[in-house]
């Protein structure tokens, strides 16, 4: 059974950084994508960024530049730091893994798909 359980939410101020993990267990192998995606109240889901198995990125529309996705592949574990973080950056961020043909295309998994944790939630005061 595929877990997938993140970590490294909290609050911080415009400008601040933060660190968010997720570990990933129950796979056989390490051909599979993962990935990081966010919604705020009100707000549609959308990607963040995503990494593929050999550690190819791909990031969705203006996350590229303050946002930098990173994968260790000997502990199941991926990683995105947040820099520069604005308040319009608040929402759950929810980490998700499943097999892929790259990670641009990851980056539309659907949430119906794959197998997600259940978020950690990011506040960015102003």
């Known amino acids: 059974q595929v877990q997938v359980v993140e970590s490294g939410g909290g609050s911080v101020q415009a400008g601040g950084s933060l660190r968010l993990s997720c570990v990933v267990s129950?796979?056989?192998?390490?051909?599979?994508?993962m990935g990081w995606f966010r919604q705020a109240p009100g707000k549609e889901h959308e990607a963040v960024a995503a990494v593929d198995m050999d550690s190819r990125q791909a990031y969705g529309d203006s996350m590229e530049g303050r946002f930098t996705i990173s994968r260790d592949t000997t502990k199941n574990t991926l990683f995105l730091q947040m820099n520069n973080l604005r308040a319009n950056d608040t929402a759950m961020y929810f980490c998700a893994a499943d097999h892929c043909f790259s990670a641009f295309g990851f980056l539309r998994l659907p949430q119906t798909n794959g197998f997600w944790g259940r978020g950690t939630q990011v506040t960015v005061s102003s």
């Open positions: 129950g796979f056989t192998h390490n051909h599979y994508c």
